[in-house]
């Protein structure tokens, strides 16, 4: 079984939080390797959490159309019988 998306979200924003915490321990003990590891993996939550945002916008409007839809098939019946 998949993840679900608040799952997802949550990695997205613990992966953020590690890579904030590498960035800035880096930046602190001059380890620059570490703080480009943590701008990358900071970078890469973003990323991931953008993806979700918009998976998440897709498959509220796809949700709404299917709504629209259905009322509309209902409506039609609805005339369709009563005539």
């Known amino acids: ?3 679900s998306t608040a799952e997802t979200g949550a990695r997205g924003v613990i992966e953020g939080l590690k890579g904030w915490t ?3 321990f880096g930046q602190l003990s001059g380890r620059r390797g570490l703080e480009r590891e943590g701008r990358e993996q900071e970078s890469k939550a973003d990323a991931e959490r953008t993806a979700l945002r918009h998976e998440t916008e897709a498959a509220r409007a796809k949700a709404e159309a299917e709504t ?3 009322r ?3 409506a ?3 005339k ?3 005539s």
Do not use: D, L, N, Y
Request: proline share 0%; hydrophobic share 30%.
């Open 80 to 82: 369709e019988s009563g």
């Open 68 to 70: 629209r839809e259905a």
């Open 1 to 3: 079984m998949g993840e």
């Open 72 to 74: 509309q098939r209902a």
């Open 76 to 78: 039609e019946w609805t």
């Open 22 to 24: 590498k960035r800035v």
